[in-house]
């Protein structure tokens, strides 16, 4: 894969360990590579504000309506911060909508960690996904 060959919302920098991603069945609605994605009823859907669920991963290529497709799991992703977010070396990284991260309000489960900011990067984040699939959020508890 090229990293930045095209548009997408969450761009894989790094992969970690063994049995990165998943082969999982899509909802009702296709996702582009990229779409950070939670479960719904055991079907993939784009994360979005107040997200108490957390995220299961980014995807790793398009994937049809009602198909099967496969999920990172784990890894480094490049996102972008919402408006006015101002994220530090290992803050917590939350969704504000399916395509942007900030730093979450009450309720809310984390989608990762910061690894890295660069203020000449303004806007952009580099955060260690945290997949709930892989339990990785248990490190909060």
């Known amino acids: 894969m090229s990293v930045g060959a095209n548009a997408r919302t969450y761009i894989l920098l790094s992969e970690e360990g063994e049995a990165t991603h998943r082969r999982m069945l899509n909802g009702t609605t296709a996702k582009s590579e990229g779409d950070m994605v939670t479960l719904t009823s055991n079907l993939l859907e ?3 504000d107040s997200n108490i669920v957390g995220a299961v991963g980014v995807c790793a290529q398009d994937i049809a309506a009602s198909s099967y497709g496969t999920v ?7 996102g972008t911060a919402d ?5 530090g ?7 504000a909508s399916a395509t942007k991260l900030d730093e979450g309000t009450a309720g809310d489960v984390p989608v990762g960690k910061v690894v890295h900011t660069d203020p000449a990067e303004a806007g952009t984040v580099t955060f260690e996904l945290w997949s709930i699939i892989l339990k990785q959020i248990d490190v909060l508890t």
Request: a negative charge; hydrophobic letters at 45%.
């Open 72 to 78: 990172y799991c784990t890894g480094m992703f490049k």
């Open 83 to 87: 408006t006015g977010v101002d994220f």
């Open 89 to 95: 070396l290992g803050d917590f990284v939350y969704n």
């Open 46 to 48: 784009a994360v979005a």
